[in-house]
């Protein structure tokens, strides 16, 4: 399980003179579903197109399950891409938009016959042989997708944001999906998307990815329990973020006596980490919205806007009242600069 | 306006089009059967036989069969040329390819008399070129634009990630296009063609100064038949060409509905 299968070294890509990635190092273990996150332009798409082939490195070497695969060509890599455009054959049906691969490797009709009939079988789609991608749905168009790669048994599958086309229902039903053929098939899946939710939900591994460099690697829960740097924090729902000076936070509009003494440049507190209703400092409140489980406030502080969550038994503080909270040391999350 | 007297307008205005898209092809079918030695309309009595004689008159079989060969060979190579054209265009974000656009469309653009003319001056006198090349080179540089722009315009929507998805499923760049790409594109191909074949047959300017002795196009030939002999059989040829134009736009509509991709 930890030994490395894919394996980027020193990578960097290029777009003519403009460099996408520079100097990427990543390896992947055999059958884990790891997860590239990040912005968009941040070279999640560059990065997975270099491992498919798709995308010749500038530099660097990349090596798959022991084999220096950088100058092997896209369609002798044996990569499965799922597009997030899907990139379905609008001129065949679904039958054979899934047989087109094992066509091509000109195996016996009954073979492909039955390992297309399983590969959608696999995805849920039995029985719409004959449907073309413009008589199916976007879940629908997106399972058969994930079947075409799927039934040339890739040694890797790659998957670029491939429910961002979705809507809200189907991405957790097709996420949950995902996560049952990965189990079924023990494929390792790289998964690309912007979704800090889905990386936390799917992923073995998180890479999470920043200007064409990974800001941070580990496991869902490490990343969202010790992200290390302030891009990481934020993009794992820390909203408030100060510096420190002394035992000060501090921002450009001011500062707040912390009561503590942190070692670190930054700090950060979820909104739920804040604490509210009581408190050594004010904040009037500038929005208030229900959550269900609990209440949001922004709060406007000598540190200017703060995001706090508040217990849903507390009563609601309205518009323009103040509110006292704290900056706890217990919640806080120190990070580097 | 109310709805009654909008409607009237709007059958006016239909009733308009139609005289004026048919009226003149009636015209022709019916001046084709007068009973006359000269060309006459209204026709003075009905005959079919200068329908007849069309098919017995010697040079109109030979230009017939030059101007088909011109039609089929010529559109054939503004596609052969055409297709990979549009592709490019299409594909890669090409230095300069709105000027290519505009290059690839100047035989549209220039009057088919200068095209001819040049033709003639500068490559059939100078080089010693036969009369039927150049008419060829002619006939495929002015369906060309045609070609480069209904092709383009049904490859339009297809997106470069198809291909893509067909090269990791194994194919080879090559494969991908044949697989992919041109079953795609199927209907815009064979549009382009039926449109050039058109264009390339009632083709009079720029095959005005390519002829030679034996060597004319059909309208060509129509045109010089009638300095001679101004009986009625040229209105009947006409209306035989209209028809067998109106019978491919017809067959195409019904195999695949040509209109799309015009
Ligand atoms: N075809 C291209 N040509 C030039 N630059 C590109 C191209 N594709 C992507 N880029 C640039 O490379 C960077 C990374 O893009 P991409 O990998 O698509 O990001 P992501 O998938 O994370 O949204 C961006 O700055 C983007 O503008
Ligand atoms: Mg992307």
């Known amino acids: 399980m930890s030994d490395t299968f894919v394996q980027l070294s020193d990578v960097t890509l290029m777009y003519g003179k403009s460099v996408a990635v520079p100097d990427l190092d990543l390896s992947i273990r055999e059958g884990e579903l790891i997860c590239l996150l990040g912005p968009s332009g941040c070279g999640k798409t560059t990065t997975m197109r270099a491992i498919a082939g798709l995308l010749d490195p500038a530099s660097g070497s990349i090596h798959i399950d022991g084999r220096d695969v950088t100058r092997v060509p896209a369609n002798k890599r044996g990569i499965g891409l799922v597009f997030q455009s899907y990139a379905l054959f609008p001129h065949l049906n679904a039958f054979e938009n899934v047989a087109f691969g094992l066509r091509l490797q000109k195996l016996p009709e009954a073979e492909i016959r039955e390992r297309t009939e399983a590969g959608l079988a696999t995805v849920g789609l039995t029985g719409y042989d004959k449907r073309k991608p413009a008589e199916m749905s976007g879940g629908q168009q997106q399972r058969l997708a994930l079947a075409r790669s799927l039934v040339m048994k890739p040694k890797v599958l790659l998957l670029d944001e491939p429910l961002s086309n979705l809507d809200a229902r189907l991405r957790l039903e097709m996420r949950t999906e995902l996560q049952r053929v990965q189990k079924e098939t023990g494929v390792t899946m790289v998964f690309v998307t912007h979704d800090q939710a889905e990386a936390l939900a799917l992923a073995d591994r998180i890479v999470l990815m920043k200007e064409g460099k990974i800001e941070q690697l580990g496991t869902p829960a490490d990343l969202y329990a010790r992200p290390e740097t302030a891009f990481a924090a934020e993009f794992m729902g820390f909203e408030n973020i100060f510096r420190v000076e002394g035992t000060k936070a501090v921002t450009d509009s001011g500062a707040l006596e912390l009561g503590f003494a942190p070692a670190s440049p930054l700090l950060a507190w979820r909104p739920d980490g804040v604490s509210v209703g009581s408190g050594p400092h004010q904040g009037r409140v500038l929005a208030t919205s229900f959550a269900g489980a609990h209440r949001e406030y922004v709060l406007d502080t000598a540190l200017g806007p703060v995001k706090a969550d508040a217990a849903i038994e507390l009563p609601e503080v309205a518009i323009g009242e103040t509110l006292s909270f704290d900056l706890p040391e217990a919640t806080a999350r120190p990070l580097s600069a | ?262």
């Open chain 2, 1 to 262: 306006m109310n709805t009654s007297s909008r409607l009237l307008a709007n059958w006016v205005i239909l009733g308009l089009t139609l005289t004026f898209l048919i009226g003149p092809f009636l015209i022709i079918i019916l001046a084709g059967a007068s009973d006359t030695s000269y060309l006459a309309f209204p026709p003075e009595g009905l005959t079919l036989k200068w329908y007849l004689k069309v098919f017995t008159v010697e040079s109109f079989r030979a230009s017939f069969l030059l101007s088909m060969a011109l039609a089929v060979f010529g559109t054939l190579a503004a596609l052969l040329l055409g297709v990979p054209a549009a592709y490019a265009l299409n594909r890669y974000a090409l230095p300069g390819a709105e000027t290519i656009r505009t290059i690839v469309a100047a035989p549209i653009i220039v009057p088919g008399i200068i095209v001819g003319l040049a033709l003639l001056r500068y490559l059939v006198v100078p080089t010693g070129v036969t009369v039927t090349l150049a008419l060829f080179m002619a006939h495929t540089a002015l369906v060309l634009p045609y070609a480069v722009r209904v092709v383009s315009s049904s490859m339009h929507n297809l997106r470069a990630d198809m291909e893509e998805a067909a090269v990791l499923l194994g194919c080879s760049r090559l494969q991908a296009f044949t697989k992919v790409v041109l079953p795609n594109i199927r209907g815009g191909v064979l549009a382009a063609f039926i449109l050039g074949f058109v264009t390339s047959f009632n083709q009079v300017p720029v095959s005005l100064f390519l002829s030679g002795p034996g060597v004319r196009t059909l309208p060509i030939d129509m045109l010089a038949y009638m300095e001679i002999t101004f009986d009625p059989s040229v209105a009947a040829l006409s209306a035989l060409l209209a028809f067998m134009s109106l019978a491919i736009v017809f067959v195409a509509e019904r195999l695949l509905g040509f209109s799309r991709y015009v």
